[in-house]
């Protein structure tokens, strides 16, 4: 199995940056398909972002385009999630996931991390 740890989450301004990270286990790493999900006080978690294992195929939630950029260092077994222009509403716990489905629901994806806090103050 794969387990998958989250960092770099915090607290900034409206129109601040985050670099969030996640580091995977395993050999298959490059394998997998990564993806970040978002869960916000009284909501159900939401797609952010995906990207397939060589890195070339991305894809973001329309929240999220044009300001979120993933990205993967496969002989790092780490994908990131690079995070500009905040705003309040990107306020929540960030959950990185592994899986071999490329999904935007949850439910595909079979591995996760312990989630992250970002939390933007505007």
């Known amino acids: 199995q794969v387990q998958v740890v989250e960092s770099g989450g915090g607290s900034v301004q409206a129109g601040g940056s985050l670099r969030l990270s996640c580091a995977a286990s395993?050999?298959?790493?490059?394998?997998?398909?990564m993806g970040w999900f978002r869960q916000a006080p009284g909501k159900e978690r939401e797609f952010v972002s995906r990207i397939t294992g060589s890195g070339v195929i991305r894809y973001y939630a329309d929240s999220a385009k044009g300001r979120f950029t993933i990205s993967r260092d496969n002989a790092k077994s780490t994908v990131y999630l690079q995070m500009n222009s905040l705003k309040p509403e990107d306020t929540a716990v960030y959950y990185c996931?592994?899986?071999?489905?490329?999904?935007?629901?949850?439910?595909?994806?079979?591995?996760w991390g312990q989630g992250t806090q970002v939390t933007v103050s505007s």
């Open positions: 996931a592994a899986g071999w489905i490329s999904s935007v629901s949850p439910l595909q994806y079979d591995y």
């Open positions: 395993g050999r298959t790493f490059s394998s997998y398909v």
